[in-house]
């Protein structure tokens, strides 16, 4: 590895190289099926035959202006998400962390210019991830990602999901400006939240004055077989919402969705970016919405779910020694295992297949949601292949 690279990841060994579709190619000409995707971004796999031609075409004509002038590709792309959503208005970001950091900002200055300056705090859950700048690791709380960066910031505060009274207590205090949660936790390791929960959010958070943040980054833009995942139920609609990764299919973008209520305090100068909403990024996220959004795209998603998860728990049922359960919704598949998930993932790669990690020593399943249903058996037959492995690895060991 570079010593030129700051050494914050842990890499898997394989030097990438191209990618088609499902397949991840490497340098020294090995193929593997690809399950992390981007982390859930390259939502309609490698080099998507309409994205490649929006980028391109977009390539020769202009790729960056800076927000001083019109991007018509910006209010093209905000319109596609103000008509399929709850959200009026959108601020576009790079990342997923910059969105939930436009969302926290957004929540804040409502109450700020509502006559509320002292709604500072965030509620956020253990078991989340928000990203990585100071506002995002604050409100998701875990330890690992605060630890030697200083003092944690004011005005967050942390809870557990299963914990309502503590819930309630919360959102109850006059200095409560917003929760925000992930409807179903990936990072965390693909724990879906239910409906009859995030409802009762909603209207916890209506009956105080508190706003609602969903952080979609991850779960957000087909992942779970409808658009968003809060769309699954009713009645469980945020105020804002942080959307990125398979919103550009692979692009970097990220993008903060709001009432007319929230957006109307985020005025001229309130806030901004450089490259957010840029001309590139704008023509991939218009190709990658208008493909997602299909009928077709999310019966797919609902379809390959359905196959992945049954042969899965088939799997977990004769496995018990390496696996646990299977969990998540639609996509966004965890097993959690027995045996280190690390492990699993590298001899997952010994039958070239590539599986994200996750919490509660999770692996994930996160394919493109262009997956077939022929490509989900195959994944199927790498996963026994692996488990099988596995077994005979940790009986040896024990
Ligand atoms: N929120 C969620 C739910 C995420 O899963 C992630 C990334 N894994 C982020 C925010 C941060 O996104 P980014 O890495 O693009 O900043």
């Given at each position: 590895m570079s010593e030129a690279l700051m050494g914050v990841y842990n890499r898997a060994p394989l030097e990438v190289e191209r990618g088609n579709g499902m397949w991840l190619h490497t340098r020294d000409g090995r193929a593997f099926l690809d399950c992390v995707a981007g982390i859930a971004t390259n939502c309609l796999g490698h080099a998507h035959p309409r994205l490649v031609a929006a980028l391109e075409e977009q390539a020769r004509k202009l790729w960056h202006v800076s927000n001083i002038f019109r991007i018509p590709g910006q209010e093209e792309l905000a319109a596609r998400l103000v008509g399929a959503t709850f959200a009026d208005a959108v601020f576009f970001g790079n990342s997923g962390s910059e969105a939930v950091e436009c969302a926290l900002k957004a929540a804040r200055r409502y109450h700020a210019v509502n006559g509320?300056?002292?709604?500072?705090d965030i509620v956020g859950f253990a078991g989340s991830f928000h990203g990585r700048t100071y506002a995002a690791v604050n409100a998701s709380g875990n330890p690992a990602y605060l630890d030697g960066f200083g003092p944690r910031l004011p005005g967050y505060v942390q809870l557990t999901i299963d914990d309502r009274a503590a819930i309630d207590e919360a959102v109850r205090r006059p200095t409560t400006a917003a929760v925000i949660v992930e409807p179903v936790q990936g990072e965390g390791g693909a724990r879906a939240l239910d409906g009859e929960w995030l409802s009762w959010l909603r209207r916890l958070c209506d009956a105080h004055g508190v706003l609602l943040i969903h952080d979609e980054v991850q779960s957000g833009m087909g992942r779970t077989g409808r658009l968003f995942a809060h769309q699954w139920f009713d009645g469980a609609e945020p105020d804002i919402m942080a959307v990125a990764k398979a919103l550009g299919g692979g692009f970097p973008i990220g993008a903060c969705l709001a009432t007319a209520a929230v957006a109307g305090?985020?005025?001229?100068?309130?806030h901004g970016s450089?490259?957010?909403?840029n001309p590139l990024a704008m023509a991939v996220g218009i190709a990658a919405f208008d493909e997602i959004a299909r009928e077709e795209t999310l019966a797919n998603v609902r379809a390959a779910s359905d196959r992945l998860t049954t042969g899965l728990r088939d799997l977990v049922a004769r496995f018990p020694d390496v696996a646990i359960d299977v969990r998540g919704k639609g996509l966004l598949i965890g097993i959690r295992m027995v045996p280190n998930n690390r492990e699993i993932m590298a001899l997952a790669r010994d039958h070239a297949l590539l599986v994200a990690g996750g919490g509660e020593n999770c692996i994930r399943l996160l394919p493109?949601?262009?997956?077939?249903l022929d490509e989900a058996d195959e994944v199927l037959r790498r996963i026994e292949a692996t488990f099988a492995a596995a077994r005979v690895r940790f009986a040896a060991a024990a």
């Open positions: 509320a300056p002292e709604r500072i305090a985020m005025t001229v100068g309130a450089t490259f957010g909403g493109p949601l262009t997956i077939t």
